[in-house]
């Protein structure tokens, strides 16, 4: 099974500011990689997959990138919605496993 | 506009049974791979069960193999998944999910709990 890591845990941001999150695969898993968005009462919702492919109605301000074993989501400047919880997915394989969450938090 | 929306959580004491539906509109069915995840209090995500869109192949982890049925009917545009011989390592809240493994809609979540 293919282990995904997420850094930090928690990011300090003030709104306006950019964030860049961390996720690495434990093994290569060519650009198989999305990105969800999970706020408090929310269901998560898919933000970035196949890399650096938005999600429909997703903001130009989130934008992914990477390749094989690491991959970064960037949060340009933001938002009072954007403070959440984000998750790396990698669904090369079954089963399509997640990091466990990096919690943007505001400074 | 697609929404999922999961019923059937609660609490069970260990050995028990229980039985998840998902309500899926604003989209076809039978289009669509279907599956559950779920998310223990504090952990991760983990998938927990597929099936595909005919409805002929279901894959599960293999923590819940033997135990966890998952199922469909288009026609009612809904999904479940039987859960029986509930252990406490179960407790966590499933999510319906549309696609699989990528996910394309999310449902809010069902709190399941396994305790005496």
């Known amino acids: 099974e293919i282990v995904m890591t997420q850094s930090p845990g928690t990011l300090s941001v003030s709104p306006g500011e950019r964030a860049t999150l961390s996720c690495r695969a434990s093994?290569?898993?060519?650009?198989?990689l999305a990105w969800y968005q999970q706020t408090p009462g929310h269901a998560p919702r898919l933000l970035i997959y196949?890399?650096?492919t938005r999600a429909t109605g997703i903001p130009a301000r989130f934008s992914g990138s990477g390749s094989g074993t690491e991959f970064s989501l960037t949060i340009s400047s933001l938002q009072s919605e954007d403070f959440a919880v984000y998750f790396c997915?990698?669904?090369?394989?079954?089963?399509?496993?997640f990091g466990q969450g990096t919690k943007v938090e505001i400074k | 506009q697609v929404q999922l929306v999961e019923s059937g959580g609660g609490l069970v004491k260990p050995g028990g049974s229980l039985r998840l539906s998902c309500a899926a509109s604003?989209?076809?069915?039978?289009?669509?791979?279907m599956g559950w995840i779920r998310q223990a209090p504090g952990k991760g995500l983990e998938w927990v069960s597929y099936?595909?869109?005919?409805?002929?192949?279901?894959i599960s982890a293999d923590s819940v193999k033997g135990r966890f049925t998952i199922s469909r009917d288009d026609g009612r545009s809904a999904l479940y998944l039987q859960m029986n011989s509930l252990r406490a390592d179960d407790t966590a809240v499933y999510y319906c999910?549309?696609?699989?493994?990528?996910?394309?809609?999310w449902g809010q979540g069902t709190l399941v709990t396994v305790s005496s």
């Open positions: 999910a549309r696609g699989t493994p990528l996910v394309t809609a």
């Open positions: 604003g989209f076809t069915l039978s289009d669509y791979y």
């Open positions: 099936i595909t869109g005919s409805g002929n192949s279901v």
């Open positions: 093994q290569s898993v060519g650009s198989t």
């Open positions: 196949r890399t650096s």
């Open positions: 997915q990698q669904y090369s394989d079954w089963p399509g496993t």
